[in-house]
């Protein structure tokens, strides 16, 4: 008579599937039904004096199989480790929301889908490991409040770090790296005091550096930043941290200096350790690159831009920026589809005068200080060099087809007008971008606000913007304010609302208004406008007027920044990249030749690690050659 599994054991066989799945069990003791083991006597199966199953354990076998969702049955299950396994397909909600269950690891696997929202907020949820995987989707809010370990890194995962996440006092090793996360940092979210390890880098993060990590009660040992767009200045409070030890801030938009608090701490030391000779390394170097230097991987070794470049950014990888801006303008014409403008005139022409073409103007110096294309057929991302035209007064890109986010290195543009309305861009205003008087009448009375750059996400207005609420310049019913939308204005600087989903002569009201959210980054980005310190010779000889008013401006309203506070929008560039990087337009990336660098540079690691196991962080190795490559900078090896 054929052997007949009791009811608990036909669930935990349903984790075998197809001849796969059965060649799987005939190799692992119990699982072969034919044997005729109770369950608890499984390999890899735990189970209470009671004889119910609290842990099941199969890491690292080569088991393919999906996640039975009939596994969300075993009521007494506490602990499930499926990783390092061959599984696919989606995650059960009703397996993560068992009520006992307290860990829950499918780390690298090739599983997909969203991550179900079922986590119960009062569960006994203790660690969920989802690294490296498919999963894609926003993070889960809320999470378990008893939550110890999120690991979500190396996936698709979009959309921001939710603000509920502050609450997370148990919350010790937070991983959301190398996913596409946008937004800002939620301002509270160094506040949690049994955090050790935080490591957000490789995503698209915008917005400032929370001042709440600067505590000298925190626990911080890991802090990783790097690769994503934050800007202002690096906080001097991080300082403060006792058991910091590692702190990577490389390849963001901070500007000003490495604090020299932070430099007499020995941080990163793990990571320079054995590399390679160290001789001329200091504690600045170690944590940034300063302004106008790159290197391959944002620290030191730093090396110093070439003539007629320059990189007003702290810790910036293999690029340094070209001044010309005639290849400015060639780098703006290939990035929003030239070939195809409703238009443009005298653009692709070689050797033709950039004063000559369509929709520019320039001085009597040859200076371009206005630019006006709007209702031609651009595609494409606003690239960030534009902020480095010197002269730039007016920018007009309205009613075309753009696309990604808002560089925040317009500001550095001495811009009156800016007008973007009528595109497809996403995100918020950058924060520093707000801080920039001037702009469309921005900083009068000292009065800042993003909504006067552009709508934001969920919101609208006849022009996209809004205008001065106090300027004395503006008549009363040539003012407007950006209006929430019921309908689905998911872009900056909106001049509809589109009406979707009538039901019953009534609107299904949109959660995208992010309107008020970029307010507490405008305080908390506020101070740092006049602390950044020098960006740098190059660049400070056509800023220094610019970044003075804006400073000048800023301080007027200092008093009310005290205790600034941050938000979480949506939104940035990525990670400061600026696109295809193997196109001829690319003419300012550090070239190391392979030859004449130590193998050590290329295969140095970051490293963070934790109680029970170490993870480490590969180098990006550099293969930018080629014939388009402006700059040389020699390594010695």
Known sequence: MPFLPSSV????????QGEEGVAWANRRNGWNPETNQPVCAWEGITCDEDGSIIALDVAGSDLRAKIPPEYGQLKSLRSLNLAECDLYGPIPPEVVSLPNLESFDVSANAVDGTIPSSFAPSGSMRNIVLRDNRLKGPLPDPLPTELAVLDVSKNHITGTIPWSYEQLHSIAFFDVSHNELVGSLPYHIGDLQNLQGFFVNNNRLMGTIPYSFSRDDSNLVQLFLEYNDLSGTIPAGLADIPPLKDLFVDGN?????VPRSLCKL?????FFKDKFNVSGRDGCTSISCPVNTVSEEGVYPCHQCPRQGFSPYLGHNKKCYYLDERMILDVFWKRTDGPNWIGGDGWNVLNAEKCMFQGITCNNAGKVINIALPNMNLRGTIPEELGYLSQLQHLNLSNNELTGFLPSDLRFAPLESLDLSGNRIEGFVPPMLCLTGDINGNGENGDFACDVISCSAGTWSPIGRATHKTSRFIEEE????CQPCPGSAQYLGSKFCPVVNVVVGS??????NT???VAGL????LLLCCTSGIVGARISRFLSQKAGANCKAAQSRSGAAQGSSSGSGVGSSNSGKSGDQDEAEELWFLNIPKDGIDDDVETKLKSKSKSKSKKKKKKKSNDEGGEEELYFVDVPS
């Open 515 to 517: 309107g008020g959210i």
């Open 9 to 16: 054991e036909a669930i935990v066989l349903k984790l075998v």
């Open 478 to 481: 040539d003012r407007y304010e």
């Open 522 to 525: 405008i305080f908390a980005a």
């Open 253 to 257: 938009k901070f500007t000003g200096t």
């Open 266 to 270: 020995t941080l990163n030391e793990d």
């Open 507 to 512: 609107f299904t009201q949109s959660s995208a």
